[in-house]
């Protein structure tokens, strides 16, 4: 016997009501200065995440692996940079010595 849900869009209207209710009561509830912390702590990680890392005076250096290359503080080398080499590009989108994030053109291949 299959079991009929009444009015299922009205409960999960509620449920989520429930949840912004709660959240807004939370916020208020919070003293300025702890709101004033997480604004502050949020745009901080905002930053981190849009910025990009600076790459301004960067002489040009031949590295002979990407580990060289990371432990002279060479990461990340972009193909305008002239230390850029595309033997040193694994997955040729211009950016050499990325770091590995995982998942995306990391798949076993066949021969």
């Not at 600076?54 to 031949?62: A, D, K, L």
């Given at each position: 016997?299959?079991?009929?849900?009444p009015?299922?869009?009205?409960?999960?209207?509620?449920?989520?009501?429930?949840?912004?209710?709660?959240?807004?009561?939370?916020?208020?509830?919070?003293?300025?200065?702890?709101?004033?912390?997480?604004?502050?702590?949020?745009?901080?990680?905002?930053?981190?995440?849009?910025?990009?890392p600076?790459?301004?005076?960067?002489?040009?250096?031949?590295f002979?692996?990407?580990?060289?290359?990371?432990?002279?503080?060479?990461?990340?080398?972009?193909?305008?940079?002239?230390?850029?080499?595309?033997?040193?590009?694994?997955?040729?989108?211009?950016?050499?010595?990325?770091?590995?994030?995982?998942?995306?053109?990391?798949?076993?291949?066949?021969?």
């Open positions: 016997m299959k079991v009929k849900w009015n299922l869009g009205r409960w999960m209207l509620v449920g989520c009501g429930l949840m912004v209710g709660g959240l807004v009561g939370w916020w208020l509830t919070l003293k300025d200065w702890q709101r004033e912390e997480l604004i502050f702590r949020a745009r901080w990680q905002i930053a981190l995440v849009t910025q990009s600076s790459t301004e005076n960067r002489p040009y250096r031949n002979k692996s990407c580990n060289e290359a990371r432990l002279a503080g060479y990461g990340s080398m972009r193909a305008d940079e002239p230390s850029y080499r595309s033997e040193l590009d694994y997955d040729g989108d211009g950016v050499a010595c990325e770091p590995w994030r995982g998942g995306r053109g990391w798949r076993w291949r066949l021969p």
